[in-house]
């Protein structure tokens, strides 16, 4: 008397060999209809009696539950046998009963106790455990003798050898090459002479992927190496290498998965169960009936949980666990729940048509073959995964499917990572959904290039398993859920086979989105708490905008979810008691229903403030306008759907016309309509064209998904005309669900050159709008000069006084692709200023006191044209000494690299401070060799005597340094020190690695010179991006032009000059300049030090391995 999910194993159909994994561990139990608990080597001891074998297990030791057997393969002698011990029956396997008491005790009551606990011979001994015995015969070696020699003397004899524990049967060389030459004999003879006997290993593996792994480590265990994995392999892997076709005709005969207990041991276990409670379990049985009980029990032994969660017997037995899970069963009929679900009305009726033709058809009543199989198209969250599960319980109630469970899973859950892993993943997939229901989530993952394996389609192995188990399987039914055109192509092209496995008319469910009433009554059932009628109406009103705006990515009920958790969560931070209502409503769903942002002369004062550019604000009308009168439509038109207007645009025109700042506007007011989501922080991300350029795939991907909510401007994006592979890339992603009507992608340049990006990319001009930026004309140029002035602290101006002279001035530009517009009126602005002051510095000290000659511009201090200004910039520029002070060659080769700066403490011997009488800086050492050290020009210009000091653990060394080359215009400067001490290291130079975006770097400076610490201190970030020939103009007028690298990495005033150096190699890259403040964001700029390279008067010789 044994169980069904052990006589599956059907033994006399099997090979030779026969490896058995799963649920095989000593914890699981199996109870027989006896009511009897057996652990897994007793219960295969009585199939296979049972079966009329002898069964020997074999551990560290041959041993058996009978002394029989034992006597019987190794050809012992009885002793001591006594009359009335023949044909008596043994009941081998005693107090396993319910009641813990033998089931046939009158046929032991004349035995004795030494009867019982001694064996027969002297070689067997006995080990008894309670009222169960074990019968062991001890071997140090020789028991395959014993099997090889047993076999060729009784080949007729049906013998069952049990290795309990593979991994500790090992064999050295000599003994391995023993036992293949006699192994290849016993497979030989097994076929040609048909013989019974049987090698059982019992595998402690709970799935293919982790039995497969066990041979990677496999080292001299006899059951992990061939010929016994290449057994396995052919079954769970699937491999196709010469070295395993031989056994190609044993396919799907080796292996065995032991799986959890079937509807009789569940029964059983419940039988069990009443006998043992007192009351038995009549007080779970009021709602529910011991049919269903076992039913349910059974489906949930293989359904979702993946063997994971109370797929064992064992976990069963736990009463309080068992009578929780009984407890929470449904108790109303499958068929009622569905029918109780609301939106679904074609699928039921389309269902009753399925039941009524798929019983048809099982009565032998329909034409041709019924394939039972479906597809479950829609949106996500209609519901496709909770109907699938209703289906099985329903047709299972209909006797249409014999087991009805729900097994729920991904392609990732088919798919293998290795060759040879999907198939036997599959069909153990497969295998526990037999009878039931087998829900595969976006099937469509299976199709070529849709799974995460570049080079080896595995999905298609996936489809060629689940083909043949649907032509196979009638009493299960596979059903493949995703979006109605990804499902569709994967039937029709994912392979021919799958268009025929379907009923076109009756397997094809088409979910349809939920209506925004549906949805606001799911929403609302899901809220627990009291809620006010005015919260209703403004719940009711955010679904409708949230219906109306949804993509393809629309979650349906499970936006609801996220809608709920979303107000319940924000209402429970509040730590109020009053019901729910508008008040409680976090601020990015209150300002849906806000009707206060529905007026678009409000939206548009913003816009109003920005001086000329009226075609752009006209456009912006239109498209708020538009956006404005949706919002007002979706309250009172039910299922209102409108168009989302285009939100990416082409900004042409000349720098310097407003382009950022209409951007900028643009963005806030998206979000304030509800158009984007919330974002934080800065609602416009700048990055230019030419950065662009460096960015893959995955960068631009990733660009996007850091700025959902905000817009991001791509500055000088005709330099996107060399890569058409970028642009394709922004293309696409705005095409994406996850994106589109989320951010805003503004691309702006000059005209000839933007157009040109149309006949590169035919999308473009589809998905953006384009808005052309004109020229500010003279008297628009004026009221920015006007503001500028009106915003500074310090500077006035009389705007009527001014007036014709500005004018003039501005009239004698040209309105080319030079023209700079706004930045024209910067340039005016700082030369305004400056003729201001140098007006005021040569009055006289009487007339100094006057605030209005301090501070008020006047028409004497414009210049005549523009060429005026382009001589003071020129003339600022000039202001460098171009006396470089050194010419030839700065040798920096032959340098000892083991002197080199290569950990963190090194920075205190190569890191100092450069000082004269009015200045202090960073400086840092490049040569040891030469004494070089490097730091910035503006740190040593118009000083001659310098000193360079190296603190290290409070020890000063302190030397002094001249000058050897200086460039200001790049910032650089080069000293050479009159003395190193012996541990001084130095910085090797870089010039290899790319100056990219997110690369991480480290300053190294003393900040505040010697105000914080007599030892330099290094901070770390990262490179926010490069920039060549960045100019940057200085307090005295001055302009310095040079390749800039910025970082958000902190550093204050004393920093200067130190080292800007790559946190991996701690190879330095550039040499710190200062800080700047762009757009409310402060960053620090360094100069890079490859300029050194392209100058006239330096040649720097380095070690070769340093290039």
């Known amino acids: 008397m044994t169980t069904s999910r052990i006589k599956a194993l059907n033994i006399d159909k099997r090979e030779l060999f026969t490896a058995i994994y799963g649920i095989n561990s000593s914890s699981e139990v199996y109870i027989t209809e006896d009511l009897r608990i057996y652990n897994i080597r007793e219960i295969l001891y009585l199939y296979l009696k049972e079966e009329g074998y002898i069964p020997i297990f074999y551990d560290d030791s041959a041993f058996a539950y009978e002394e029989e057997p034992l006597l019987k393969f190794f050809s012992f002698t009885s002793r001591n046998t006594r009359q009335s011990d023949q044909g008596r029956k043994h009941d081998f396997f005693k107090g396993k009963g319910p009641m813990n008491k033998s089931r046939n005790v009158n046929s032991i009551e004349s035995q004795t106790i030494s009867d019982i606990n001694n064996s027969h011979h002297d070689s067997i001994v006995v080990e008894s455990f309670g009222n169960q015995r074990k019968f062991i015969v001890h071997q140090d070696e020789g028991f395959l003798k014993n099997v090889f020699g047993y076999v060729k003397n009784n080949p007729k004899s049906k013998l069952a050898i049990i290795f309990v524990n593979p991994t500790t049967f090992t064999l050295d060389e000599n003994q391995r090459k023993y036992f293949l030459n006699r192994w290849t004999e016993l497979s030989t003879n097994f076929k040609r002479n048909k013989l019974t006997i049987r090698i059982i290993v019992l595998y402690d593996y709970m799935s293919p992927k982790l039995f497969a792994e066990s041979f990677e480590h496999a080292s001299n265990e006899l059951f992990l190496l061939s010929p016994f994995k290449d057994l396995i392999m052919l079954d769970i892997g699937g491999e196709e290498d010469a070295k395993i076709s031989q056994y190609r005709s044993q396919q799907g005969k080796s292996v065995f998965f032991l799986g959890g207990p079937e509807r009789d041991e569940i029964a059983n276990m419940l039988n069990r169960r009443r006998l043992f409670s007192q009351d038995g379990l009549p007080h779970l049985f009021g709602n529910v009936t011991l049919e269903k009980i076992i039913l349910r029990l059974w489906q949930g032994t293989t359904s ?302 913003e816009f109003n403030n920005v001086i000329g550019q009226e075609s752009v604000k006209e456009l912006a009308r239109t498209l708020f306008n538009k956006i404005v009168a949706d919002r007002k439509k979706l309250k009172i038109i039910d299922d209102y759907k409108p168009k989302i207007p285009k939100l990416n645009f082409l900004f042409i025109g000349n720098p310097g016309t407003g382009k950022t700042t209409i951007a900028r506007i643009f963005g806030r007011l998206l979000c304030k309509l509800g158009i984007f989501p919330d974002s934080t922080g800065e609602i416009l991300t700048e990055i230019s064209g030419s950065i662009l350029l460096q960015y893959t795939p995955k960068d631009i991907k990733e660009l996007f998904e850091n700025n959902i909510g905000k817009v991001v401007f791509i500055d000088e994006a005709y330099s996107l005309r060399g890569n058409e592979r970028v642009i394709a890339d922004i293309v696409g992603n705005l095409e994406l669900e996850e994106f589109k009507n989320k951010l805003s992608v503004i691309m702006a340049g000059y005209p000839d050159e933007m157009h040109q990006l149309y006949s590169i990319n035919k999308g473009l001009k589809r998905r953006f709008v384009e808005i052309t930026f004109n020229d500010y004309t003279n008297e628009e140029l004026y009221e920015i000069l006007q503001r500028m002035v009106s915003s500074s602290n310090d500077t006035i101006m009389d705007a009527d006084e001014c007036r014709d002279v500005a004018l003039q001035y501005f009239q004698s530009f040209t309105r080319d692709r030079e023209f700079g517009n706004g930045g024209v009126v910067e340039n005016l602005m700082e030369t305004l200023i400056q003729n201001r002051d140098l007006r005021y510095l040569n009055a006289t000290p009487e007339q100094q006191k006057n605030m209005d000659l301090a501070k008020k511009i006047l028409p004497c201090d414009f210049p005549i044209t523009k060429d005026h200004v382009l001589q003071h910039l020129a003339s600022a520029k000039a202001s460098f000494s171009s006396d470089k002070t050194f010419t030839g060659i700065l040798d920096c080769s032959h340098e000892d690299e083991s002197k080199s700066v290569n950990i963190g403490d090194d920075i205190y011997t190569s890191v100092g401070l450069i000082e004269s009488e009015n200045t202090c800086g960073t400086a840092f050492i490049i040569s040891i060799k030469n004494r070089y050290i490097m730091t910035a020009s503006h740190v040593v210009e118009g000083f001659g005597e310098f000193h360079f000091t190296l603190n290290y653990k409070n020890s000063i060394k302190r030397t002094t340094a001249r000058l050897l080359w200086n460039n200001p215009e790049i910032d650089f400067a080069i000293l050479q020190v009159e003395s190193l001490p012996p541990d001084a290291k130095y910085f090797i130079i870089d010039i290899d690695t790319p100056r990219s975006p997110a690369t991480k770097i480290s300053i190294i400076a003393f900040p505040l010179g010697k105000q914080v610490s007599n030892m330099a201190g290094l901070t770390s970030g990262a490179i926010y991006n490069s920039e060549r020939g960045l100019e940057v103009r200085n307090e005295n007028g001055s302009i310095r032009c040079f390749d800039a690298i910025r970082t958000e990495a902190q550093a204050t005033h004393g920093s200067s000059g130190g080292p800007v150096i790559l946190a991996e190699s701690m190879r330095v890259i550039g040499v710190l300049h200062g800080g700047i403040n762009e757009h409310g964001f402060y960053l620090n700029i360094a100069s890079d030090i490859l300029q050194l390279f392209n100058q006239n008067t330096l040649n720097i010789k380095m070690n070769n391995n340093d290039n």
């Open 304 to 605: 979702e949980n993946k063997g994971k969660k109370l797929s064992l017997i064992s976990e069963y037995l736990e009463e309080s666990k068992l009578d929780s899970i009984i407890e929470k069963m449904d108790t109303v009929k499958a068929i009622d729940r569905l029918n109780a679900l609301e939106g679904i009305d074609n699928i039921r009726e389309q269902f009753k048509n399925y039941r009524h033709a798929l019983a048809e058809h099982q009565k032998g009543k329909g034409n041709g073959r019924f394939r039972p199989h479906m597809a479950l198209m829609g949106s996500p969250g209609t519901g496709k995964s909770t109907v699938a599960r209703l289906f099985g319980e329903i047709l299972q109630e209909d006797g249409l499917l014999p087991k009805g469970h729900f097994m729920k899973v991904s392609t990732d859950e088919l798919i293998g990572q290795y060759v040879g892993e999907t198939k036997p993943k599959t069909r153990a997939v497969c295998e526990r959904a037999r009878g039931g229901v087998l829900f595969i989530d976006e099937a469509y993952g299976l199709m070529s290039g849709s799974n995460n394996h570049e080079t080896v389609d595995y999905g298609k192995e996936a489809i060629e398993v689940l083909i043949q188990f649907m032509e196979d399987h009638d009493d299960s039914l596979v059903i493949f859920a995703g979006y109605t055109d990804e499902i569709m192509d994967l039937i029709n092209n994912g392979n021919q086979g799958f268009r025929r496995r379907f009923n076109d008319k009756l397997g094809f469910f088409t979910f349809k989105d939920y209506s925004p009433e549906v949805l606001y009554n799911i929403a609302l059932s899901m809220i627990k708490i009291p809620t006010t009628d005015a919260f209703k109406i403004a719940l009711r009103n955010i679904i409708r905008y949230k219906w109306a705006y949804k993509n393809k990515k629309f979650g349906n009920v499970g936006d609801m979810e996220n809608l709920v958790s979303l107000i319940t969560s924000h209402y429970n931070t509040l730590g109020t008691s009053e019901p729910i209502d508008i008040v409680h409503l976090p601020n990015d769903l209150r300002k849906l229903i806000d009707d206060s942002v529905l007026d678009v002369n409000e939206l548009m004062n």
